[in-house]
């Protein structure tokens, strides 16, 4: 299981404020792949980034599909329940935390997400390697923590699936340490310097 927690990269994941959300804001719907997702820290951080952006109307088009080849067979309830220990929460900034969190009053030192945040969220259980997507016509790929683990060919073979996977303008956000290979950059524009955020250019 890859090592995450809520708010991690921020910076990194802001940039979908910058330049996803302007291109994605006026579709009837929004759906953003969350592939390595681990129990839900990262889906559920773009979710709550994206609500602060976006009027709730325009949330409700919104669809994050989480995905993870989930060994332990635990993710999927985790994300579904959105009840975290606290020690997972701690780097969300206090006005965003009390907005979304509550205590969890089944669990003793946990906090649930607000129900609003946990309808934009869904766990399917997915192994990257198949190189079978979870679907098409994806506005935004986010792949941390996983790419890592692959041989070289196998990341590019994953990058290809979310090229295709994606649709026509979308975009990819990958680790800061997990550079796009060269021969990948007719398929990608790396949209700013010194920041894995691309978009596929379409073929």
Not at 4 to 30: A, C
Request: charged share 25%; hydrophobic share 40%.
């Amino acid at each position: 299981m890859a090592f995450t927690y809520f708010f991690r990269d921020l910076q990194t994941l802001e940039m979908i404020i910058e330049h996803v959300l302007p291109v994605v804001k006026t579709r009837r719907f929004i759906t953003i792949w969350s592939a390595g997702c681990a129990m839900g820290p990262e889906p559920y951080t773009i979710a709550i980034i994206l609500r602060e952006n976006m009027g709730q109307m325009i949330f409700r088009n919104v669809r994050i599909i989480a995905t993870d080849i989930d060994i332990s067979d635990q993710f999927g309830r985790v994300i579904q329940e959105g009840s975290y220990p606290y020690g997972d929460l701690k780097r969300i900034p206090e006005a965003i935390f009390s907005r979304y969190f509550s205590p969890d009053e089944r669990v003793p030192g946990n906090y649930v997400i607000a129900e609003e945040i946990r309808r934009r969220v869904e766990f399917q259980r997915h192994d990257l390697l198949t190189l079978v997507p979870v679907r098409d016509h994806i506005n935004l790929v986010v792949c941390k923590n996983v790419l890592l683990h692959f041989s070289e060919e196998e990341r590019r073979s994953v990058l290809m699936m979310f090229y295709y996977a994606l649709e026509g303008d979308g975009f990819l956000i990958t680790e800061q340490t997990q550079k796009m290979p060269p021969e990948l950059g007719e398929r990608f524009l790396q949209v700013i310097p010194h920041a894995q955020v691309f978009r596929k250019v379409a073929s």
